[in-house]
């Protein structure tokens, strides 16, 4: 694993991670389920490409595992997003 790929998925994971925590503070709160913020979801596509970009630069497979579960989660939003959009 060279340098590049390992900066990738470090930042990755924290930007994923920081999505996260965003994710369970709105659930908790549910002020506005409907409010998961087109940011955070955004984020989640973003963060999804770096990982699958990087795994295929870097022939890496766990980080094209990591993307590919990372857009499981984004749709998984996308859904619950629209879901509760008139909630």
Aim: glycine share 6%.
């Amino acid at each position: 694993m060279d340098l590049i790929s390992i900066v990738l998925d470090l930042g990755n994971i924290v930007f994923f991670v920081s999505n996260l925590l965003q994710l369970f503070t709105a659930y908790r709160n549910r002020k506005n389920l409907k409010g998961l913020s087109s940011k955070m979801l955004f984020g989640f596509m973003i963060s999804t490409v770096f990982f699958i970009t990087a795994g295929v630069l870097t022939s890496a497979p766990m980080t094209i595992i990591l993307g590919l579960g990372n857009e499981v989660f984004f749709a998984s939003q996308l859904v619950w997003k629209w879901k509760y959009r008139n909630a």
